[in-house]
């Protein structure tokens, strides 16, 4: 029997209001603590896409993909710009403590398990094990629409 996988594609526009399509990404998540970590995680991811992916630009979309399997919990998140250079991939805070960026990217690393670049960087796949996923108080399952 095939592993249980499952994914779902969303196209949004280019736009820094993330309410609706935050709502819609983190619907399999069942576990409030986690819901908060993986939440800020893909806010700040989106918010780059927006910003620095897209350039602000409302005629650009963005393209999301979640996706289920039985052991992890995956997002790409893919913007239409020119993608970020790979030394600037980084987890780590910036060394100027007022710099204008960089606090997001950290923010990103230390929200996921995992955290991968497309060789031309503009998209960006991040992903939590389910093992990692703590549930409310007991052993459930974290995810529910698997």
């Not at 970590?37 to 989106?46: F, K, M």
């Not at 398990?113 to 992903?127: E, F, I, K, T, Y």
Request: glycine share 6%.
């Amino acid at each position: 029997m095939a592993p249980n996988f499952r994914w779902a594609d969303f196209i949004i526009p280019s736009t820094l209001q993330l309410s609706p399509i935050l709502k819609r990404l983190l619907e399999p998540v069942g576990c409030n603590e986690t819901i908060c970590r993986i939440e800020l995680g893909l806010h700040e991811a989106l918010v780059n896409a927006v910003r620095h992916g897209n350039l602000e630009d409302p005629n650009k979309q963005l393209r999301i993909r979640r996706i289920l399997t039985p052991n992890w919990l995956v997002w790409q998140i893919q913007d239409q710009g020119i993608g970020i250079p790979v030394q600037q991939r980084v987890g780590s805070l910036p060394p100027e403590l007022d710099a204008n960026s960089g606090r997001g990217l950290f923010l990103i690393y230390q929200c996921f398990d995992d955290v991968r670049w497309s060789r031309r960087g503009n998209r960006l796949q991040l992903a939590c094990r389910r093992s990692s996923l703590i549930t409310d108080g007991d052993n459930q399952d974290p995810l529910f629409h698997v």
